[in-house]
């Protein structure tokens, strides 16, 4: 799989990372949580924690969204930052960062759909990928903390 | 019958919609991509059309000379983007789609700024699609 260095930053610039080494990859989550945070879509690539710079990160704000992750955001504009899994388990350590905060989101191609059984029924994302419902996906991502 | 409530993450901030809206938009630009993080969904309500519970925890960024963003200062939810009204103009606000508590019997009517897409994904159907241009045309420069 191909990897590049890239940047990015939040809407008012006041956040700002450089990320080595990016996969080409990214995700989509359709569940209500990750829609009512983006008002839209989340749409994820997934950077370990270690490969991140961040700039003016006493901008960033954090909110415990469920007994496993977090989210974060920036202070003065909004922008979403990251999801991330904090229980612990093979996903913990690594960012969800959203496709749109790259300087330039081009390269990078939509390869998995989580929540896809609950995702709205007034868009679809053309074409084929792997697709998870709910059940699947807190399955593999929610560790101990899945009921 | 579409739904007229709905919230941020936390739902620290609520809303009631005087109308329900039969669709939504999706925008592309720059902006939008950066505060939603990949791709805005915006319901057009009309001057007076929304009211608002815990309007104390949104927290407002001005984006441009004549908008500005709002997001919920507890879990950073977008909320809308807004073109405050002049007297003249009437007050635009552009509420996050994915807010309402349920989507059921909305349909994506338009995708706007589509030049701006990221090349990685793509809405299936056959949506209306503008281009920054055709906005600007359509709807004035500023």
């Known amino acids: ?147 | 019958m579409t739904c007229t409530t709905g919230g941020c993450l936390c739902a620290a901030v609520r809303y009631t919609l005087a109308d329900a809206p039969d669709h939504y938009d999706a925008c592309h630009c720059s902006m939008c991509r950066k505060t939603s993080g990949g791709v805005g969904f915006g319901i057009n309500v009309p001057d007076g059309g929304i009211t608002w519970e815990g309007a104390e925890n949104i927290g407002i960024y001005k984006s441009s000379e004549w908008a500005e963003r709002a997001f919920c200062k507890i879990c950073g939810s977008s909320l809308y983007y807004r073109m405050p009204g002049d007297g003249e103009r009437p007050d635009f606000l552009s509420l996050a789609a994915g807010s309402l508590d349920d989507l059921e019997g909305l349909t994506m009517t338009t995708e706007i700024y589509i030049e701006a897409k990221p090349s990685g994904h793509a809405f299936a159907g056959d949506t209306k699609k503008m281009t920054e241009a055709d906005v600007i045309a359509a709807f004035g420069g500023s």
């Open chain 1, 1 to 147: 799989m191909s990897t590049t260095d890239r940047t990015g930053a939040c809407l008012c610039g006041a956040v700002r990372f450089t990320a080595s080494a990016v996969r080409s990859d990214y995700g989509a989550c359709h569940c209500e949580m990750c829609r009512r945070w983006t008002g839209s879509v989340f749409l994820g690539v997934s950077v370990p924690e270690g490969d991140l710079i961040w700039e003016g990160s006493e901008n960033i704000r954090r909110y415990v969204s469920s007994d496993w992750a977090e989210r974060a955001w920036c202070d003065r504009c909004g922008a979403n930052l990251w999801y991330a899994v904090t229980v612990d388990g093979p996903h913990k350590g690594t960012l969800e960062i959203p496709l749109g905060l790259f300087d330039d989101p081009n390269g990078f191609e939509l390869q998995r759909e989580l929540y896809f059984d609950i995702a709205p029924d007034s868009f679809a994302i053309a074409g084929e990928r792997q697709k998870m419902t709910a059940e699947e996906t807190r399955r593999r991502f929610g560790g101990e903390a899945t009921p």
